[in-house]
T-cell receptor, first 117, second 113 residues
Framework: EAGVAQSPRYKIIEKRQSVAFWCNPI?????LYWYQQILGQGPKLLIQ????????DSQLPKDRFSAERLKGVDSTLKIQPAKLEDSAVYLC???????????????FGSGTRLTVV | RKEVEQDPGPFNVPEGATVAFNCTYS??????FFWYRQDCRKEPKLLMS???SGNEDGRFTAQLNRASQYISLLIRDSKLSDSATYLC??????????????FGSGTQLTVLP
């Protein structure tokens, strides 16, 4: 079974530029998550989608971050304009969705490492 | 106060040693608990769930104390391959929507030959 695909793997941009990350979840997974992991910290949830709807975006800095999951499959996360403190690894995860027990099927992608200079 | 707190380490132990990691959580409504392992520059991967009665998976033993809001992970007979960062994770009850995980900052373990 193919895992969660993310691209690009690495990105270096200057502050105030914009950047976009892409995620393709495991086929059939209804729920998709974006996490931000700053060096030395654990991942922090930014946004959760259920199919193409937003379940929780309370920790998404909406003045500069946006995310969408059109058609309930792939998702993009955008930062505009980027700040130095946005340097982090952006992890996408997916899970089968409602009714599933435990963390069965909850899978992380390998992440996009963003450096803002 | 952070929702999930862990001793960051690093823990440097010789092969064969027993090492224990502790974690506390602040949200008493948390209902599900896990330990994740994260290798350097890799994504987190589920190591094991933590059950109220305690549970064991080979050399790994997890314990939960709901009254103290405390979770532990014990690794016996450490191997070089156990070197990684161990993340304590809590989640609310899944009410139909899937799990939102809250991670601790992780404890770094290095097993030395």
């Amino acid at each position: 079974e193919a895992g969660v695909a993310q691209s690009p793997r690495y990105k270096i941009i200057e502050k105030r530029q914009s950047v976009a990350f892409w995620c393709n979840p495991i086929s059939g997974h209804a729920t998709l998550y974006w996490y931000q992991q700053i060096l030395g910290q654990g991942p922090k949830l930014l946004i959760q989608f259920q199919n193409n709807g937003v379940v929780d975006d309370s920790q998404l800095p909406k003045d500069r971050f946006s995310a969408e999951r059109l058609k309930g499959v792939d998702s993009t996360l955008k930062i505009q304009p980027a700040k130095l403190e946005d340097s982090a690894v952006y992890l996408c995860a997916s899970s089968p969705g409602p009714g599933t027990g435990g963390l069965w099927g909850y899978t992380f992608g390998s992440g996009t490492r963003l450096t803002v200079v | 106060r952070k929702e999930v707190e862990q001793d960051p380490g690093p823990f440097n132990v010789p092969e064969g040693a027993t090492v224990a990691f502790n974690c506390t959580y602040s949200n008493s409504a948390s209902q599900s608990f896990f330990w994740y392992r994260q290798d350097c520059r890799k994504e987190p991967k589920l190591l094991m769930s933590v059950y109220s009665s305690g549970n064991e998976d080979g050399r790994f033993t997890a314990q939960l104390n709901r009254a103290s809001q405390y979770i532990s992970l014990l690794i016996r007979d450490s191997k070089l391959s156990d070197s990684a960062t161990y993340l304590c994770v809590v989640a609310p009850v899944s009410s139909g929507s899937a799990r939102q995980l809250t991670f601790g900052s992780g404890t770094q373990l290095t097993v030395l030959p």
